[in-house]
C-alpha cells in the first residue's frame, strides 16, 4: 500500500518534486545564459558567436535536448527501467554542466552532447513515474493536480536558479555560473537516491507483449534513419529552412514522427484511437513551445538591449551588497561620438592582445583589462536607447538588474498561480464542471496567443525602438503566458500518462517530448527571425497567429478528443 501524507498525494511525489526542482535548477540556470554567453566576447569569456549562429544553437540544442527522450524513455521502458535511467541522465548533465565551465570551443560542443543525452535519460521517465504514482483507482483522479504540483517543482528551481547565475556569473565569471548548474544536478539526484524506497514499487518494466516489435527493431527503424536523414539534410546544397542545421534537425525527425504514425494504425482499435489521439495534441503544442522558448532567445535579447533594466535606490544598494547588480559606466569613451568610441575600442583591443599572459597574475590583469573593454562596450549600447535624462552623468554608474533575473519571472508566476489554477480546477472538478484534458490544453493555447499581443504593446512603447520599455511588459507577458503554461505543460504529461498503453507509457512521453524538440528548434528558427525582421511588432503579431491557429486546429478536434477520453475512462 502506497504511504501518503496529509495532502492525498503519495510521499514519492514529494521525492520526485525535489529532484526535479534540482534537476531544473541546473537546466534553466544554464539556459537562462546561454544565448548570452554565446553573444559576449570571447575576450569576456564567451564564445563570440555572431547573433544568427546563438540562434541556430540555440534551437538546434533545445531541440536534441527534447528529441534524446525518444530513446530513454524506451530504452527505460524495455531494458533499464526508469530508476536506473534517471540517475544515469542526471549525472550524465551534471558532466555537461561541468565541461561548459571551461571555456573552449571543443569542450562547448562536448558538454552539450552529455547534456542532450542526459536529458533523454532523465526527462521522461520522472515524469512517468509521477504518472504511474497515481495509476491506482483511488489515486487517478488526483493526476492532474499531482502533475501540476511536480511542475510548481520545476519552476521553484527555476526561479532560484538566475539568482545563483546572476551572483556568480557577475563575481567569478561564466565558468562558475555554469558549474553550479552541475552541483544542483548532482544534489538532484542524492534526492532522488534517498526517496527510491518510496518509488521503487511503481518502476515496473512492462513486458512485451506478442506483436510489439522489438528494442532493437524500433531503434533501427528510427534512430538509424534519424542520423541518416540528418545527414541527408545537412548535405543538401543551400537550404530551405533558414540554415543547414535546420534542414538536418527537421528532416532527421521525419523517420521519428513517421514510427508514431506507423504506431497508432498498427495497434488494435481502442489502442489505436488512443494514440491517434496523443499524437493530435502532440502536433498542436509544437507551436506552444515554439513560442514559450523564445524566453532564453529573442525576449532574453529584448530583456538585454530593449528593457529599462535600472533598479531603484534602494533595491540597488542592496543588489550591490550582494554583489548582484549590472553596473554600466558613463566617461569620455562612452559618451564620445561612434567613430572616436571604434577607435578607442581598437586601440584597447590591440592592447589587450599584446599583454602577456604567462604568470597567474599577467593572466589576472588581462582578465581584469577584458572585463573593463566588455564594461565600456555594453554601457554604450545600454545608453543607446536610454533618454538623455536618466543617462548618469560623467564620472558615475548606473546600476541594473541583470539580465538574466528576468528569466526568472515565469518561474515567479508558476510558483504563484499554480495554487490558483488547482484551486480553480478542484472547484469546478467538485461539481462535475471540470474541463476535460483537451480544453484545458486548448485553453491554454489560447492564453499563449494573448502573450504574444502583450508584447506588441511593449514594441509601441518604445516608440519604434528608440527607447526603452518597462520591465512591467515583460512581467506582465510572462504573466499571461504562465497560465496558458499552466493549462497546457503539465495537462500534456498528464494526458500521455492517461491515454498510453501501459506498457509504451515512456515511449509515448518521448513521443510529447519530440513535440517539445520540435517546437523548441521552431523557437529557435523564430527567433532568428528577430534580427530580420524591421517592424518588431510584426514579429510578436507572428507569433500570435501561430499559436491562435493551433488553437482552432484543436478546437475543432475537441468533440473527438474528449469522445476517446471518455471511451478510456479518463476525463
Known amino acids: 500500500m502506497e504511504t501518503t501524507v496529509k495532502q492525498s498525494h503519495p510521499k514519492g511525489l514529494w521525492y520526485l518534486f525535489g529532484t526535479e526542482m534540482w534537476e531544473r535548477f541546473g537546466y534553466y540556470l544554464m539556459l537562462g545564459i546561454f544565448s548570452l554567453y554565446m553573444l559576449d566576447g570571447w575576450n569576456n569569456g564567451g564564445m563570440g558567436f555572431d547573433p544568427a549562429k546563438k540562434s541556430d544553437i540555440y534551437g538546434t540544442y533545445l531541440g536534441l535536448v527534447y528529441l534524446t527522450p525518444f530513446i530513454g524513455g524506451l530504452l527505460a521502458d524495455r531494458v533499464l527501467g526508469y530508476r536506473r535511467s534517471i540517475v544515469m541522465g542526471g549525472l550524465m548533465m551534471a558532466a555537461g554542466y561541468f565541461l561548459l565551465s571551461i571555456h573552449s570551443e571543443m ?62 556569473r557577475i563575481n567569478y565569471g561564466w565558468g562558475h555560473a555554469f558549474a553550479a548548474a552541475g552541483v544542483g544536478m548532482l544534489i538532484g539526484v542524492v534526492v532522488f537516491l534517498i526517496g527510491t524506497k518510496h518509488i521503487k514499487h511503481v518502476d515496473v518494466i512492462k513486458p512485451v507483449e506478442k506483436g510489439d516489435m522489438s528494442t532493437g527493431k524500433i531503434l533501427g527503424l528510427t534512430v538509424l534513419p534519424m542520423f541518416i ?180 519571472i515565469n518561474p515567479f508566476w508558476v510558483v504563484v498561480l499554480t495554487p490558483l489554477v488547482v484551486g480553480v480546477f478542484g472547484f469546478m472538478r467538485r461539481r462535475k464542471k471540470e474541463p476535460s484534458t483537451p480544453t484545458k490544453i486548448f485553453i491554454g493555447l489560447v492564453i499563449t496567443a494573448l502573450s504574444a499581443l502583450v508584447m506588441v504593446g511593449a514594441v509601441f512603447a518604445t516608440n519604434d525602438m528608440t527607447l526603452k520599455a518597462s520591465s512591467w511588459w515583460l512581467i506582465a507577458s510572462y504573466g499571461v503566458i504562465t497560465i496558458g503554461e499552466l493549462c497546457l505543460s503539465p495537462m500534456g504529461l498528464s494526458l500521455v500518462s492517461k491515454l498510453s498503453p501501459p506498457r509504451i507509457t515512456a515511449l509515448m512521453m518521448g513521443g510529447f517530448f519530440l513535440a517539445i524538440s520540435v517546437g523548441n528548434k521552431l523557437s529557435g528558427m523564430l527567433s532568428s527571425l528577430w534580427e530580420k525582421i524591421p517592424q518588431k511588432e510584426n514579429f510578436f503579431f507572428l507569433n500570435f497567429g501561430l499559436v491562435l491557429a493551433a488553437a482552432i486546429v484543436l478546437l475543432l478536434m475537441l468533440k473527438w478528443l474528449n469522445r476517446v477520453m471518455k471511451e478510456n475512462n479518463v476525463a
Open 107 to 168: 569542450t562547448f560542443y562536448i558538454a552539450l552532447f552529455c547534456i542532450i543525452l542526459g536529458n533523454g535519460f532523465f526527462k521522461p521517465n520522472i515524469s512517468t513515474l509521477v504518472g504511474n504514482l497515481y495509476s491506482s483507482d483511488e489515486m487517478k483522479d488526483k493526476k492532474d493536480a499531482g502533475y501540476n504540483i511536480f511542475y510548481m517543482g520545476i519552476n521553484v528551481g527555476a526561479f532560484i536558479c538566475n539568482f545563483v547565475a546572476a551572483y556568480m
Open 229 to 408: 536523414f540528418g545527414i541527408i539534410g545537412y548535405l543538401i546544397p543551400g537550404n530551405f529552412l533558414g540554415s543547414d542545421t535546420n534542414d538536418a534537425f527537421i528532416i532527421g525527425c521525419l523517420p521519428v514522427i513517421g514510427f508514431f504514425i506507423y504506431l497508432a494504425f498498427k495497434a488494435e482499435a481502442k489502442e489505436s484511437r488512443a494514440i491517434k489521439a496523443l499524437l493530435a495534441v502532440f502536433t498542436c503544442v509544437i507551436l506552444f513551445f515554439a513560442i514559450f522558448h523564445q524566453n532564453g532567445d529573442a525576449l532574453t535579447v529584448w530583456a538585454e538591449d530593449h528593457t529599462d533594466r535600472s533598479m531603484p535606490t534602494a533595491v540597488s544598494n542592496v543588489a550591490d551588497e550582494l554583489g548582484m547588480a549590472q553596473v554600466v559606466v558613463n566617461n569620455d569613451i562612452v559618451s564620445a561620438d561612434q567613430a572616436t568610441f571604434d577607435k578607442t575600442i581598437a586601440e584597447m583591443r590591440a592592447k589587450e592582445e599584446a599583454m602577456p599572459a604567462v604568470s597567474k597574475e599577467e593572466l589576472k590583469a588581462k582578465a581584469d583589462y577584458s572585463s573593463e573593454i566588455g564594461q565600456l562596450e555594453k554601457s554604450r549600447k545600454y545608453f543607446a536607447t536610454l533618454p538623455g535624462d536618466q543617462v548618469p552623468a560623467k564620472g558615475t554608474n548606473l546600476k541594473l538588474y541583470s539580465t538574466e533575473l528576468y528569466q526568472s
